[in-house]
């Protein structure tokens, strides 16, 4: 299963937060999770994103105004995330991070009595 049996996706994915920016989300759909961070003023060569051990790390940094604005996000994910398409997008403020799952549907097949 794709996300433990929890119902609340948040705090599935969601275990730490060190940052100046708090607002994101976590939505679910059919065949990837996707995960959406408000980063005002924060452009794509602001962030470092890596993934290790199944914990999804995200780090920016970037002085706005005189003043630091920095992210530290850690989410843990599930096994079932293809963690080779994992894809980012940081447009308008808002980062957007593409976590595909892994297409493990069973498939019908036909077994032939012999």
Known sequence: MFINNYNNLD?????FDNS?????????KQDKFIIIIEVPGMAQSDFT???EDQTLSIKGKKEINESIKEINKTFKISNQID???????????????SLPKINSAPKK????VK
């Open 11 to 15: 705090s599935l994915f969601n275990f």
């Open 20 to 28: 100046t920016y708090q607002t994101h989300k976590v939505i679910e």
């Open 49 to 51: 994103i890596e993934i």
């Open 83 to 97: 963690i080779d398409k994992i894809e980012a997008l940081a447009e308008n403020g808002i980062l957007n991070i």
């Open 109 to 112: 097949k036909l077994i032939l």
